[in-house]
Protein backbone atom coordinates (compact mmCIF):
# COMPACT_ATOMS: atom_id res chain seq x y z
CA UNK A 1 0.00 0.00 0.00
CA UNK A 2 1.37 3.57 -0.86
CA UNK A 3 1.72 5.78 1.60
CA UNK A 4 -0.53 8.15 -0.29
CA UNK A 5 -3.65 5.99 -0.01
CA UNK A 6 -3.42 4.61 3.47
CA UNK A 7 -7.05 3.34 4.91
CA UNK A 8 -8.41 6.44 6.33
CA UNK A 9 -7.84 7.95 2.75
CA UNK A 10 -9.01 4.71 1.17
CA UNK A 11 -12.34 5.08 2.99
CA UNK A 12 -12.93 8.34 2.23
CA UNK A 13 -12.34 7.87 -1.81
CA UNK A 14 -14.45 4.86 -1.90
CA UNK A 15 -17.29 6.91 -0.09
CA UNK A 16 -16.88 9.50 -2.89
CA UNK A 17 -16.93 6.22 -5.39
CA UNK A 18 -13.19 5.55 -6.51
CA UNK A 19 -10.73 3.51 -5.32
CA UNK A 20 -6.61 6.18 -4.60
CA UNK A 21 -5.00 3.43 -5.41
CA UNK A 22 -5.74 3.78 -8.82
CA UNK A 23 -4.72 7.05 -9.53
CA UNK A 24 -1.53 8.98 -11.52
CA UNK A 25 0.80 10.43 -9.18
CA UNK A 26 1.88 13.34 -11.21
CA UNK A 27 -1.44 14.19 -13.38
CA UNK A 28 -5.04 13.01 -14.63
CA UNK A 29 -7.32 13.70 -17.41
CA UNK A 30 -10.62 12.30 -17.66
CA UNK A 31 -13.96 13.69 -20.09
CA UNK A 32 -16.47 16.32 -18.12
CA UNK A 33 -19.20 14.34 -19.06
CA UNK A 34 -17.96 11.17 -16.65
CA UNK A 35 -17.60 12.84 -13.46
CA UNK A 36 -19.44 12.08 -10.56
CA UNK A 37 -22.22 14.80 -11.01
CA UNK A 38 -22.97 17.56 -13.59
CA UNK A 39 -22.54 20.16 -11.23
CA UNK A 40 -18.77 19.26 -11.04
CA UNK A 41 -17.93 20.70 -14.41
CA UNK A 42 -20.04 23.07 -13.88
CA UNK A 43 -18.10 24.35 -11.35
CA UNK A 44 -14.83 24.13 -13.15
CA UNK A 45 -15.95 26.31 -15.55
CA UNK A 46 -16.90 29.00 -13.15
CA UNK A 47 -13.81 29.06 -10.78
CA UNK A 48 -11.41 28.83 -13.63
CA UNK A 49 -13.34 31.25 -15.72
CA UNK A 50 -13.30 33.44 -12.75
CA UNK A 51 -9.75 33.30 -11.73
CA UNK A 52 -8.85 33.78 -15.80
CA UNK A 53 -11.09 37.12 -15.34
CA UNK A 54 -9.51 38.25 -12.67
CA UNK A 55 -5.68 37.92 -13.72
CA UNK A 56 -7.13 39.71 -17.10
CA UNK A 57 -8.43 42.46 -14.80
CA UNK A 58 -5.49 42.46 -12.55
CA UNK A 59 -3.17 43.07 -15.37
CA UNK A 60 -5.60 46.12 -16.33
CA UNK A 61 -5.32 47.51 -13.08
CA UNK A 62 -1.41 47.05 -13.35
CA UNK A 63 -1.03 48.79 -16.36
CA UNK A 64 -3.03 51.85 -15.03
CA UNK A 65 -0.38 52.11 -12.05
CA UNK A 66 -1.92 49.49 -9.38
CA UNK A 67 -0.16 46.70 -8.44
CA UNK A 68 -1.93 45.20 -5.64
CA UNK A 69 -4.30 43.08 -7.60
CA UNK A 70 -1.64 40.98 -9.89
CA UNK A 71 0.02 40.77 -6.48
CA UNK A 72 -2.06 39.45 -5.01
CA UNK A 73 -3.29 37.18 -7.37
CA UNK A 74 0.31 35.54 -7.56
CA UNK A 75 0.78 35.74 -3.98
CA UNK A 76 -2.85 33.24 -4.17
CA UNK A 77 -0.83 30.85 -6.06
CA UNK A 78 2.52 31.07 -3.85
CA UNK A 79 0.24 30.43 -0.39
CA UNK A 80 -1.07 27.47 -2.30
CA UNK A 81 1.61 25.79 -2.56
CA UNK A 82 2.81 26.48 0.87
CA UNK A 83 -0.21 25.32 2.24
CA UNK A 84 -1.63 22.26 0.24
CA UNK A 85 0.58 19.56 0.04
CA UNK A 86 1.17 19.39 4.16
CA UNK A 87 -2.54 19.38 4.29
CA UNK A 88 -2.86 16.92 1.88
CA UNK A 89 0.08 14.23 2.63
CA UNK A 90 1.33 15.05 5.79
CA UNK A 91 3.11 11.92 6.29
CA UNK A 92 6.19 13.83 3.88
CA UNK A 93 6.73 16.32 6.02
CA UNK A 94 6.54 14.44 9.58
CA UNK A 95 2.71 16.06 10.39
CA UNK A 96 0.66 12.71 9.73
CA UNK A 97 1.25 12.07 14.10
CA UNK A 98 -0.17 16.08 14.88
CA UNK A 99 -2.58 15.96 11.09
CA UNK A 100 -3.54 12.92 10.06
CA UNK A 101 -5.17 12.63 6.86
CA UNK A 102 -7.81 15.42 6.46
CA UNK A 103 -10.15 15.15 3.71
CA UNK A 104 -9.94 14.00 -0.54
CA UNK A 105 -11.21 15.69 -3.26
CA UNK A 106 -13.58 13.60 -6.14
CA UNK A 107 -12.04 13.01 -9.35
CA UNK A 108 -12.62 16.35 -11.68
CA UNK A 109 -11.42 16.87 -15.01
CA UNK A 110 -7.77 17.64 -14.37
CA UNK A 111 -6.37 16.24 -11.42
CA UNK A 112 -2.32 16.44 -10.09
CA UNK A 113 -0.64 15.06 -7.31
CA UNK A 114 -2.14 11.34 -6.95
CA UNK A 115 -5.68 12.97 -7.59
CA UNK A 116 -5.41 14.79 -4.58
CA UNK A 117 -5.40 18.67 -6.33
CA UNK A 118 -7.85 19.41 -8.76
CA UNK A 119 -7.42 22.16 -11.32
CA UNK A 120 -9.90 23.78 -10.21
CA UNK A 121 -9.07 24.37 -6.75
CA UNK A 122 -5.85 25.90 -7.90
CA UNK A 123 -7.89 28.65 -9.66
CA UNK A 124 -9.72 28.84 -7.02
CA UNK A 125 -7.58 30.53 -4.72
CA UNK A 126 -6.68 33.80 -7.36
CA UNK A 127 -10.34 33.53 -8.05
CA UNK A 128 -11.75 33.89 -4.68
CA UNK A 129 -8.75 36.05 -3.10
CA UNK A 130 -9.76 38.62 -5.92
CA UNK A 131 -13.22 38.28 -5.92
CA UNK A 132 -13.03 39.52 -2.10
CA UNK A 133 -10.66 41.98 -2.50
CA UNK A 134 -11.80 43.15 -5.59
CA UNK A 135 -15.40 43.86 -3.59
CA UNK A 136 -13.89 45.65 -0.87
CA UNK A 137 -11.61 47.77 -2.87
CA UNK A 138 -14.96 48.50 -4.90
CA UNK A 139 -16.68 49.30 -1.72
CA UNK A 140 -14.11 52.32 -1.04
CA UNK A 141 -13.42 50.48 2.54
CA UNK A 142 -9.48 50.46 1.76
CA UNK A 143 -9.75 54.28 0.81
CA UNK A 144 -11.73 55.61 3.57
CA UNK A 145 -10.53 52.95 6.44
CA UNK A 146 -7.11 51.85 5.25
CA UNK A 147 -5.40 48.28 4.90
CA UNK A 148 -6.60 46.99 8.46
CA UNK A 149 -10.10 47.64 8.02
CA UNK A 150 -9.83 47.22 4.41
CA UNK A 151 -8.41 43.39 5.48
CA UNK A 152 -10.98 42.90 8.05
CA UNK A 153 -13.89 43.66 5.24
CA UNK A 154 -11.92 40.99 3.08
CA UNK A 155 -12.55 38.88 6.26
CA UNK A 156 -16.18 39.27 6.26
CA UNK A 157 -16.56 38.77 2.23
CA UNK A 158 -14.60 36.11 1.96
CA UNK A 159 -16.25 34.24 4.84
CA UNK A 160 -20.04 34.76 2.60
CA UNK A 161 -19.11 33.88 -0.38
CA UNK A 162 -16.94 30.95 0.59
CA UNK A 163 -19.04 29.05 3.03
CA UNK A 164 -21.85 29.06 0.60
CA UNK A 165 -19.53 27.26 -1.52
CA UNK A 166 -17.70 25.35 1.25
CA UNK A 167 -21.05 24.02 2.76
CA UNK A 168 -22.41 22.64 -0.82
CA UNK A 169 -19.00 20.83 -1.54
CA UNK A 170 -19.84 17.86 0.95
CA UNK A 171 -23.29 17.73 0.10
CA UNK A 172 -22.65 17.21 -3.66
CA UNK A 173 -19.67 14.80 -3.45
CA UNK A 174 -17.23 17.19 -4.53
CA UNK A 175 -14.88 16.33 -1.40
CA UNK A 176 -15.08 14.59 1.61
CA UNK A 177 -13.85 15.43 5.12
CA UNK A 178 -12.63 12.68 7.35
CA UNK A 179 -15.14 11.57 9.87
CA UNK A 180 -12.11 10.16 12.23
CA UNK A 181 -9.92 13.20 12.53
CA UNK A 182 -11.20 14.97 15.60
CA UNK A 183 -8.21 16.55 15.78
CA UNK A 184 -8.56 18.58 12.27
CA UNK A 185 -11.97 18.45 11.52
CA UNK A 186 -13.78 18.56 14.76
CA UNK A 187 -15.71 21.00 15.86
CA UNK A 188 -17.91 21.52 13.00
CA UNK A 189 -21.24 23.01 11.39
CA UNK A 190 -22.54 20.27 9.55
CA UNK A 191 -20.00 19.00 7.76
CA UNK A 192 -17.63 21.85 7.69
CA UNK A 193 -15.00 22.11 10.37
CA UNK A 194 -14.88 25.36 12.21
CA UNK A 195 -11.51 25.48 11.48
CA UNK A 196 -11.70 25.52 7.91
CA UNK A 197 -14.40 27.84 8.13
CA UNK A 198 -12.78 30.04 10.50
CA UNK A 199 -8.78 30.14 8.98
CA UNK A 200 -9.37 29.20 5.36
CA UNK A 201 -12.31 30.92 4.42
CA UNK A 202 -11.50 34.59 6.36
CA UNK A 203 -8.23 34.46 8.25
CA UNK A 204 -5.88 33.32 5.37
CA UNK A 205 -7.04 35.45 2.77
CA UNK A 206 -7.17 39.00 4.62
CA UNK A 207 -4.14 38.38 6.23
CA UNK A 208 -2.69 37.70 2.44
CA UNK A 209 -4.62 41.09 0.97
CA UNK A 210 -2.90 43.19 4.26
CA UNK A 211 0.53 41.86 3.55
CA UNK A 212 0.20 42.42 -0.31
CA UNK A 213 -1.34 45.96 0.54
CA UNK A 214 1.72 46.48 3.49
CA UNK A 215 4.91 44.78 1.89
CA UNK A 216 6.46 47.17 -0.49
CA UNK A 217 8.46 45.98 -3.49
CA UNK A 218 8.50 43.47 -6.09
CA UNK A 219 8.88 40.07 -3.81
CA UNK A 220 5.45 41.45 -1.85
CA UNK A 221 3.81 38.55 -3.85
CA UNK A 222 6.26 36.09 -3.11
CA UNK A 223 6.33 37.41 0.94
CA UNK A 224 2.56 37.38 1.58
CA UNK A 225 2.12 33.96 0.25
CA UNK A 226 4.99 32.43 2.24
CA UNK A 227 3.94 34.40 5.77
CA UNK A 228 0.00 34.06 5.26
CA UNK A 229 -0.23 30.31 7.12
CA UNK A 230 1.86 31.66 9.73
CA UNK A 231 -0.91 34.03 10.24
CA UNK A 232 -3.29 31.13 10.48
CA UNK A 233 -0.89 29.10 13.21
CA UNK A 234 -1.67 32.54 15.30
CA UNK A 235 -5.01 32.85 15.05
CA UNK A 236 -5.49 29.31 15.87
CA UNK A 237 -3.58 29.62 19.25
CA UNK A 238 -7.24 30.64 21.32
CA UNK A 239 -8.98 27.13 20.29
CA UNK A 240 -5.65 25.45 20.98
CA UNK A 241 -6.01 26.57 24.71
CA UNK A 242 -9.03 24.25 24.88
CA UNK A 243 -7.08 21.44 24.23
CA UNK A 244 -9.12 18.58 23.25
CA UNK A 245 -12.84 20.24 24.81
CA UNK A 246 -14.45 19.98 21.69
CA UNK A 247 -16.99 21.95 23.02
CA UNK A 248 -14.68 24.52 24.55
CA UNK A 249 -13.33 24.94 20.68
CA UNK A 250 -16.57 25.36 19.37
CA UNK A 251 -17.46 28.38 21.47
CA UNK A 252 -13.88 29.93 20.92
CA UNK A 253 -13.99 29.16 17.19
CA UNK A 254 -17.22 30.54 16.53
CA UNK A 255 -17.12 33.53 18.57
CA UNK A 256 -14.03 34.84 16.42
CA UNK A 257 -16.27 34.11 13.96
CA UNK A 258 -18.97 36.11 15.28
CA UNK A 259 -16.23 39.05 15.67
CA UNK A 260 -15.60 38.98 11.80
CA UNK A 261 -19.35 39.14 10.94
CA UNK A 262 -20.25 42.12 13.00
CA UNK A 263 -16.98 44.34 12.50
CA UNK A 264 -17.64 42.77 8.35
CA UNK A 265 -21.44 43.95 8.68
CA UNK A 266 -20.50 47.33 10.07
CA UNK A 267 -17.73 48.12 7.95
CA UNK A 268 -20.12 47.05 4.64
CA UNK A 269 -22.95 48.93 5.93
CA UNK A 270 -20.94 52.07 6.73
CA UNK A 271 -19.17 51.98 3.35
CA UNK A 272 -19.82 54.44 0.38
CA UNK A 273 -18.93 52.19 -2.77
CA UNK A 274 -16.80 53.71 -5.73
CA UNK A 275 -18.03 52.63 -9.11
CA UNK A 276 -17.40 48.95 -9.54
CA UNK A 277 -14.94 47.64 -11.77
CA UNK A 278 -16.39 45.33 -14.15
CA UNK A 279 -15.36 41.82 -12.49
CA UNK A 280 -16.69 43.44 -9.34
CA UNK A 281 -19.62 43.89 -11.07
CA UNK A 282 -20.49 40.66 -12.63
CA UNK A 283 -18.21 37.95 -11.38
CA UNK A 284 -19.94 37.82 -7.74
CA UNK A 285 -23.17 37.94 -8.75
CA UNK A 286 -22.68 35.40 -11.43
CA UNK A 287 -20.29 33.20 -8.85
CA UNK A 288 -23.28 33.56 -6.51
CA UNK A 289 -26.14 32.49 -8.70
CA UNK A 290 -24.50 29.03 -9.86
CA UNK A 291 -24.20 28.54 -6.05
CA UNK A 292 -27.96 29.16 -5.50
CA UNK A 293 -28.26 26.17 -8.55
CA UNK A 294 -26.25 23.58 -6.79
CA UNK A 295 -27.75 24.34 -3.42
CA UNK A 296 -30.77 24.03 -5.61
CA UNK A 297 -30.42 20.52 -7.32
CA UNK A 298 -28.42 19.14 -4.13
CA UNK A 299 -30.44 16.54 -2.78
CA UNK A 300 -30.18 13.52 -0.39
CA UNK A 301 -29.77 13.46 3.47
CA UNK A 302 -28.68 16.84 4.31
CA UNK A 303 -25.06 17.11 5.40
CA UNK A 304 -23.73 20.34 5.72
CA UNK A 305 -25.46 23.43 7.42
CA UNK A 306 -28.15 24.61 4.94
CA UNK A 307 -28.86 27.34 7.65
CA UNK A 308 -25.36 28.90 8.22
CA UNK A 309 -25.56 29.05 4.14
CA UNK A 310 -28.05 30.84 3.45
CA UNK A 311 -27.21 33.24 6.35
CA UNK A 312 -24.23 33.01 4.38
CA UNK A 313 -25.99 33.77 0.90
CA UNK A 314 -27.99 36.43 2.44
CA UNK A 315 -24.50 38.41 3.87
CA UNK A 316 -23.22 37.83 0.39
CA UNK A 317 -26.61 39.92 -1.01
CA UNK A 318 -26.05 42.11 1.20
CA UNK A 319 -22.56 42.57 0.17
CA UNK A 320 -23.54 43.28 -3.59
CA UNK A 321 -26.57 45.49 -2.46
CA UNK A 322 -24.32 48.04 -1.11
CA UNK A 323 -21.85 47.48 -3.89
CA UNK A 324 -24.64 48.17 -6.86
CA UNK A 325 -25.66 51.19 -4.77
CA UNK A 326 -23.65 53.48 -7.09
CA UNK A 327 -24.41 54.22 -10.89
CA UNK A 328 -21.88 52.33 -13.37
CA UNK A 329 -20.67 55.31 -15.62
CA UNK A 330 -17.33 55.68 -14.38
CA UNK A 331 -16.71 51.78 -14.07
CA UNK A 332 -13.11 50.83 -13.55
Known sequence: MITECGPEA???????GFDCHDVSPVVSVRPPWELTHWTMPLLELLVIAGAVFALVHAIRRRRAGDPINLALWWASLVYLFVIEPPLYFPEWFGLDDIYGFIFAH???????MWDRLPLYIVAFYPMISQLAYEVVRSLGIFRQRGALAGAVAVAF???????VFDHIGPQLKWWAWNPDNVIVNQPAMGSVPLKSALLFASVSLAAMTYLVVRIPGRWRALAAGVLTPFTM???GIPSSLAGTNITAQAWILGAELALIWVAGLW??????ADPPSPFARYYPACY????AVCWLVAGGKLVSSGIYALVCLAGAGFVLFKLYRVAPASSR
Open 10 to 16: EAVTRGL
Open 106 to 112: NRFTVQF
Open 157 to 163: VCQVFYE
Open 233 to 235: MIA
Open 267 to 272: LVARAV
Open 288 to 291: LAVM
